[in-house]
């Protein structure tokens, strides 16, 4: 019952004397108002929503207190604040969904697939398979995933400077033979057959 003298009453499951307005109204109740205040009733609600989902083998989240200037990533579970999101003007809270971290992640994840129709485990499954070093000159660690501009074919995971440098030699086995050549010694120069005429090496 409510206490007339002091404008409170006994919650009947923590025990705990509040003010009337901790508790809901019920008409049912000689004084009005719910034997529950509202914060148990709300933890038992709660409670027996988890137990119907978990029932159901789905999995509910945890309620995550969030201070005013900040969100929760659903993605990382991390409370961040307003300036480590995205705007997304069409949000009830103008923020993206994922914090600016998770979005770059799923973008490279999204590109990986779109571009190369590789996962980021059969990424790295390529490069465990190359000893963790770029194809081409067997010490940076590779970044780049290289593939056949004609038919789409994935070759391997490239450094930097190597994929930019057979990207550049327009991925011509020939033009990187003669790059090779050059190195290797002087089998590329033309040789002077008669004044002013040179001849091409075959």
């Not at 307005?21 to 933890?43: I, T």
């Not at 300036?83 to 969904?97: E, F, I, P, V, Y």
């Not at 991925?171 to 790059?179: G, I, L, Q």
Request: charged share 25%; with cysteine.
């Amino acid at each position: 019952m409510a206490d007339e003298a002091t404008s409170t009453k006994r919650c009947g499951k923590c025990g705990r004397r509040l003010l009337l307005a901790a508790f809901a109204r019920d008409r049912n109740r000689s004084d009005g108002l719910q034997a529950h205040c509202r914060e148990c009733v709300a933890e038992y609600s709660a409670a027996h929503y988890r137990r119907r989902q978990e029932a159901k083998g789905r999995t509910v989240r945890e309620s995550v207190v969030v201070p005013p200037g900040h969100k929760l990533c659903r993605t990382c579970g991390e409370v961040k604040p307003h300036g480590k999101w995205h705007r997304n003007a069409t949000a009830s809270d103008g923020l993206s969904t994922r914090c600016k971290v998770c979005r770059a992640v799923q973008g490279r994840q999204d590109h990986l697939k779109r571009q190369y129709g590789l996962t980021e485990a059969e990424r790295d499954e390529l490069i465990a398979s190359q000893g963790g070093v770029c194809c081409i000159c067997l010490t940076a660690l590779p970044r780049h995933v290289d593939h056949c501009h004609e038919t789409g074919r994935v070759r391997g995971v490239l450094c930097f400077n190597c994929n930019s440098a057979i990207g550049k030699l327009g991925d011509d086995p020939d033009a990187v033979r003669r790059a090779a050549a050059y190195l290797e010694g002087t089998s590329w120069k033309p040789t002077l057959v008669a004044p002013g005429v040179y001849q091409l090496p075959s």
